[in-house]
């Protein structure tokens, strides 16, 4: 039986058993993280550990009490991050670490693909153009 819960809630029980340990699955919604992930697809959230924080990789992060993003790692500033959606083209998120809580373990061929459409940022807006038509919001 499939339940359907506000994101704020999702995320809210994701956070607390991510702190407890435990593995998460959840449902991605939104455009924020094309091409990667788009809207429906599933993702396995795990505890976040001190070694994970590294630029590229995708975390759950709490960016303002109760607003919660999955976004990858755009640069890390001693004891913050800064996370900017790979279907953004601005508007980063900085948090203190203690505000990340998961992280999708990608492979390492998402994470080489992943480091080109990084170094793509200033030409994105074309390809990202045609995915949010064709892409499920």
């Not at 407890?20 to 959840?26: H, K, T």
């Not at 998120?93 to 940022?121: F, N, P």
Request: aromatic letters at 8%; one cysteine or more.
């Amino acid at each position: 039986m499939k339940r359907i819960i506000s994101n704020q809630s999702a995320f809210s029980q994701a956070r607390d058993l991510l702190l407890e340990g435990e593995s998460v699955r959840i449902a991605v919604r939104g455009q924020s993280m094309l091409p990667f992930f788009q809207s429906g697809s599933t993702i396995l959230l795990r505890p976040i550990r001190k070694e994970d924080f590294r630029v590229g990789h995708v975390v759950m992060a709490e960016s303002a009490p109760g607003r919660f993003v999955v976004h990858r790692i755009h640069r890390l500033e001693g004891d913050r991050v800064v996370l900017l959606g790979d279907g953004n083209l601005y508007g980063t998120e900085t948090m203190s670490r203690e505000k990340v809580y998961g992280i999708v373990d990608c492979g390492w061929l998402h994470l080489r693909l992943a480091a080109l459409w990084r170094i793509m940022q200033p030409l994105r807006r074309y390809p990202l153009a045609v995915l949010r038509r064709i892409c499920p919001k």
